[in-house]
């Protein structure tokens, strides 16, 4: 069965139409990155399937249970977690209070598991650091030591890598592959630099307008021609 | 640092328990008034300071408390079915409070709790015979005096502050105090922050309506003034945050300055005092940006940002 499994997704704010009967399924133990411009509905769909937001229409499973309409809370209860584009940390909490809290609902025990992961996420120097003083890079690495305290069956990642350096990125692209491994967790994640993402990603799924216009690996999705002409343009579609 | 606290009020508290012994009644009313208003400050800062909601609903269960002692014990009741009725009473004042209210965000939760006194208040005027409407009640406690009342106001502030500092600890206080942080990252790592904003609530109530008992018990009368007064509704709240918010023993030293402040003001000048204290109140308004504590609290934010989970996508 798979993890994730949804059906006939749609949701539209007002007359805008953000998600148009969006089909996908992810196995256990994958990372898949969905690519898109902005707009393209990306946020949206992760926003749909941790619950912040409740769809129009569609089904979600998460492995078999369809959890539209549930609360946020109850759907984290089952093991997915998500990162956000802004990254939202608990401001009034150091970074160690905040993955701590995190760690809580699956008990990630004891402190020492914590700061494992605050050095595995190089945070390991700002444990007592209030979280609204961390730079934008550490807020990212937050986000990341945050999820992997939770131990997600399903992470939705949106945009881990947006703001980074490129070693940066190296080094989150490291720890979501840990967080698959470890958790044998499937990751869900956005972005724009499919360069980026195909390092860390095996599966590509291509939204555009609020449509699934292309699925597979980054060659088959590069020489799409839907993908071409939409996304990535004739001209750099060979880049 | 919360250490020091703990220690630093346990002496304050040491220090008073003698004081009953040695000084004149006047005094030892006067501090069992300001203990009163502790407790009530107490309280409040257990939600705000923790989840970052501003309720200015305090007098609800403290009015509920007071006139519910007062109302059985004037039906002639036996003092401790007097006391489980009130408990209960402020248990299920607080529960619907918190029901009314618990879906509510920033601006429109302090709008709302606000609305809560009023009805309560209008209750008490219009409700006659149940609460003696503008005369209020007048008990009398066989055996009740100031002095009782001291000593249970005094171990009732140390629970109080014991209880915030070990809550601060525990895994509750991490989730309360996520809701202030961000409520909408809590509720994606399976925080239910409706159910521990109630729980949190429901808590200070308790302690809020305990606190109306007692000011009823020694005061020997309750009027809606003396329960949704300015004096309930808002010292407590003026003394939270005049220390800023985030100190645990920081409202009791609020307390101690505010109404010592306003004694030596009602003996003095009576007619300056309410005008000081609005001062005082404009004084925190304006520069609570500078209190450390303040400046992420859920009032400056309101729906913006964090709290507003579908503002962003």
Same mark, same amino acid.
């Given at each position: 069965?798979?993890?994730?499994?949804?059906?006939?997704?749609?949701?539209?704010?007002?007359?805008?139409?953000?998600?148009?009967?969006?089909?996908?399924?992810?196995?256990?133990?994958?990372?898949?990155?969905?690519?898109?411009?902005?707009?393209?509905?990306? =946020?949206?769909?992760?926003?749909?399937?941790?619950?912040?937001?409740?769809?129009?229409?569609?089904?979600?499973?998460?492995?078999?249970?369809?959890?539209?309409?549930?609360?946020?809370?109850?759907?984290?209860?089952?093991?997915?977690?998500?990162?956000?584009?802004?990254?939202?940390?608990?401001?009034?909490?150091?970074?160690?209070?905040?993955?701590?809290?995190?760690?809580?609902?699956?008990?990630?025990?004891?402190?020492?598991?914590?700061?494992?992961?605050?050095?595995?996420?190089?945070?390991?120097?700002?444990?007592?650091?209030?979280?609204?003083?961390?730079?934008?890079?550490?807020?990212?690495?937050?986000?990341?030591?945050?999820?992997?305290?939770?131990?997600?069956?399903?992470?939705?990642?949106?945009?881990?890598?947006?703001?980074? =350096?490129?070693?940066?990125?190296?080094?989150?692209?490291?720890?979501?592959?840990?967080?698959?491994?470890?958790?044998?967790?499937?990751?869900?994640?956005?972005?724009?630099?499919?360069?980026?993402?195909?390092?860390?990603?095996?599966?590509?799924?291509?939204?555009?307008?609020?449509?699934?216009?292309?699925?597979?690996?980054?060659?088959?999705?590069?020489?799409?021609?839907?993908?071409?002409?939409?996304?990535?343009?004739?001209?750099?579609?060979?880049? | 640092?919360?250490?020091?606290?703990?220690?630093?009020?346990?002496?304050?508290?040491? $220090?008073?328990?003698?004081?009953?012994?040695?000084? =004149?009644?006047?005094?030892?009313?006067?501090?069992?008034?300001?203990?009163?208003?502790?407790?009530?400050?107490?309280?409040?800062?257990?939600?705000?300071?923790?989840?970052?909601?501003?309720?200015?609903?305090?007098?609800?269960?403290?009015?509920?408390?007071?006139?519910?002692?007062?109302?059985?014990?004037?039906?002639?009741?036996?003092?401790?079915?007097?006391?489980?009725?009130?408990?209960?009473?402020?248990?299920?004042?607080?529960?619907?409070?918190?029901?009314?209210?618990?879906?509510?965000?920033?601006?429109?939760?302090?709008?709302?709790?606000?609305?809560?006194?009023?009805?309560?208040?209008?209750?008490?005027?219009?409700?006659?015979?149940?609460?003696?409407?503008?005369?209020?009640?007048?008990?009398?406690?066989?055996?009740?005096?100031?002095?009782?009342?001291?000593?249970?106001?005094?171990?009732?502030?140390?629970?109080?502050?014991?209880?915030?500092?070990?809550?601060?600890?525990?895994?509750?206080?991490?989730?309360?105090?996520?809701?202030?942080?961000?409520?909408?990252?809590?509720?994606?790592?399976?925080?239910?922050?409706?159910?521990?904003?109630?729980?949190?609530?429901?808590?200070?109530?308790?302690?809020?309506?305990?606190?109306?008992?007692?000011? $009823?018990?020694?005061?020997?009368?309750?009027?809606?003034?003396?329960?949704?007064?300015?004096?309930?509704?808002?010292?407590?709240?003026?003394?939270?945050?005049?220390?800023?918010? =985030?100190?645990?023993?920081?409202?009791?030293?609020?307390?101690?300055?505010?109404?010592?402040?306003?004694?030596?003001?009602?003996?003095?000048?009576?007619?300056?005092?309410?005008?000081?204290?609005?001062?005082?109140?404009?004084?925190?308004?304006?520069?609570?940006?500078?209190?450390?504590?303040?400046?992420?609290?859920?009032?400056?934010?309101?729906?913006?940002?964090?709290?507003?989970?579908?503002?962003?996508?």
């Amino acid at each position: 069965m798979q993890i994730l499994r949804i059906e006939n997704l749609s949701h539209a704010f007002g007359q805008l139409k953000v998600l148009e009967d969006v089909n996908i399924d992810l196995d256990h133990g994958k990372i898949t990155a969905i690519i898109g411009p902005n707009g393209s509905g990306k =946020s949206t769909l992760f926003n749909l399937i941790s619950g912040v937001l409740r769809p129009q229409k569609g089904k979600i499973r998460l492995n078999g249970t369809d959890v539209v309409g549930m609360e946020p809370y109850i759907i984290a209860r089952r093991g997915i977690f998500r990162t956000f584009q802004d990254p939202q940390p608990f401001y009034n909490m150091s970074v160690l209070e905040n993955v701590k809290t995190a760690s809580l609902l699956n008990g990630t025990a004891s402190g020492e598991g914590l700061l494992d992961i605050l050095a595995l996420c190089n945070l390991e120097n700002e444990a007592n650091t209030d979280a609204a003083d961390l730079s934008f890079a550490n807020l990212r690495f937050l986000e990341l030591a945050r999820v992997m305290a939770a131990k997600p069956k399903l992470l939705l990642a949106d945009e881990p890598f947006s703001g980074l =350096s490129t070693s940066e990125i190296k080094l989150a692209s490291d720890l979501l592959a840990k967080i698959r491994d470890q958790f044998k967790a499937s990751i869900l994640m956005t972005g724009h630099l499919v360069g980026h993402l195909a390092n860390a990603a095996q599966d590509f799924i291509v939204l555009h307008r609020g449509k699934v216009i292309a699925r597979g690996s980054v060659d088959q999705v590069r020489k799409d021609p839907a993908v071409q002409e939409t996304y990535l343009g004739k001209d750099n579609a060979e880049d | 640092m919360q250490v020091r606290e703990i220690i630093l009020s346990t002496i304050v508290l040491a $220090t008073m328990l003698p004081l009953p012994f040695l000084s =004149s009644s006047y005094i030892v009313f006067l501090m069992s008034g300001i203990m009163v208003l502790a407790l009530c400050s107490l309280s409040f800062n257990l939600v705000y300071a923790n989840t970052g909601y501003l309720n200015l609903g305090n007098s609800v269960p403290f009015g509920v408390g007071a006139y519910t002692f007062a109302s059985t014990l004037s039906y002639d009741w036996p003092l401790p079915l007097v006391l489980v009725a009130s408990l209960s009473a402020i248990l299920i004042s607080g529960a619907l409070s918190g029901i009314f209210i618990i879906r509510l965000k920033g601006a429109y939760y302090a709008i709302g709790t606000l609305a809560l006194v009023l009805f309560a208040q209008a209750l008490a005027y219009n409700l006659g015979w149940l609460t003696g409407g503008y005369q209020g009640i007048i008990v009398n406690v066989a055996g009740g005096s100031v002095y009782s009342a001291y000593f249970i106001l005094a171990f009732l502030n140390t629970l109080l502050l014991l209880l915030t500092s070990a809550i601060r600890k525990s895994s509750f206080g991490y989730r309360i105090r996520s809701i202030k942080g961000n409520e909408l990252a809590a509720r994606t790592f399976g925080i239910n922050t409706t159910t521990n904003k109630f729980m949190v609530l429901l808590v200070s109530s308790v302690f809020v309506g305990i606190a109306g008992i007692l000011s $009823t018990f020694y005061n020997g009368f309750v009027t809606p003034e003396s329960s949704f007064g300015i004096s309930i509704t808002f010292l407590p709240i003026i003394a939270a945050i005049l220390l800023g918010s =985030s100190s645990i023993a920081g409202p009791l030293i609020g307390v101690l300055i505010i109404t010592l402040a306003s004694e030596i003001f009602v003996t003095t000048t009576p007619q300056l005092t309410h005008l000081v204290l609005g001062i005082l109140l404009i004084l925190v308004a304006l520069y609570q940006k500078n209190i450390p504590s303040l400046r992420n609290s859920r009032l400056l934010k309101g729906k913006l940002g964090v709290s507003g989970a579908n503002s962003k996508n």
